[in-house]
T-cell receptor, first 109, second 114 residues
Framework: GQNIDQPTEMTATEGAIVQINCTYQ??????LFWYQQHAGEAPTFLSY??LDGLEEKGRFSSFLSRSKGYSYLLLKELQMKDSASYLC??????????WGAGTKLIIKP | SQTIHQWPATLVQPVGSPLSLECTVE??????LYWYRQAAGRGLQLLFY??????ISSEVPQNLSASRPQDRQFILSSKKLLLSDSGFYLC?????????????FGEGSRLTVL
């Protein structure tokens, strides 16, 4: 079956760095997405990786290893507004997204 | 620029009552459209997707249905709600001409069935 695993919750300190891991098992693979979702709001797109390696976008970076079925989202210089859930989703061979349950990130001052 | 809007934002309905959630997209043509449900502690569940007017694919058998009467309009309906239909419903669109398949979500509709 198809499956996405990511931690349920993480806690970090303002100004620090945090890495949110995601492992996936899908029928075929057409890319890995990360979305941010603040409580009670809709998800918003953060990143897309289809090739191995690191993609950097400001304070956020996303890494993919297709051979390991693994990705991580790296958040630097954490701010209080980064408190949110981070959703990992893998696109299968039918171009359908398989979603993880999300990682709730709590930022403490 | 493209925008997506869904309504109502919140809804409290009794068991057995009907449901209609509406979603419209502006600023793009012939989008792929999706209805998702998000339950607490679980991943987004794809309910329906549509690649064109009148073309609906159902991913999960249930008492919900979807319709696409116009190119940029997507409606989620039910004739009789169940308690298990409670959740956060999200409409989304994607540009079929882009390889990434990035989704753009509406604001969400929180449904509570009592």
């Amino acid at each position: 079956g198809q499956n996405i695993d990511q931690p349920t919750e993480m806690t970090a300190t303002e100004g620090a760095i945090v890495q949110i891991n995601c492992t996936y098992q899908t029928s075929g693979f057409n890319g890995l997405f990360w979305y941010q979702q603040h409580a009670g709001e809709a998800p918003t797109f953060l990143s897309y990786n289809v090739l191995d390696g690191l993609e950097e976008k400001g304070r956020f970076s996303s890494f993919l290893s297709r051979s390991k079925g693994y990705s991580y989202l790296l958040l630097k210089e954490l701010q209080m507004k980064d408190s949110a859930s981070y959703l990992c989703a893998a696109m299968d061979s039918n171009y359908q997204l398989i979603w993880g349950a999300g990682t709730k990130l709590i930022i403490k001052p | 620029s493209q925008t997506i809007h869904q309504w109502p934002a919140t809804l409290v309905q009794p068991v057995g009552s009907p449901l209609s959630l509406e979603c419209t997209v502006e600023g793009t043509s012939n989008p792929n459209l999706y209805w998702y449900r998000q339950a607490a502690g679980r991943g987004l569940q794809l309910l329906f997707y549509s690649v064109g007017i009148g073309q609906i694919s159902s991913e999960v058998p249930q008492n919900l249905s979807a319709s696409r009467p116009q190119d940029r309009q997507f409606i989620l309906s039910s004739k009789k709600l169940l308690l298990s239909d409670s959740g956060f419903y999200l409409c989304a669109w994607s540009d079929r001409d882009k390889d990434t398949g990035e989704l753009f979500f509406g604001e969400g509709s929180r449904l509570t069935v009592l």
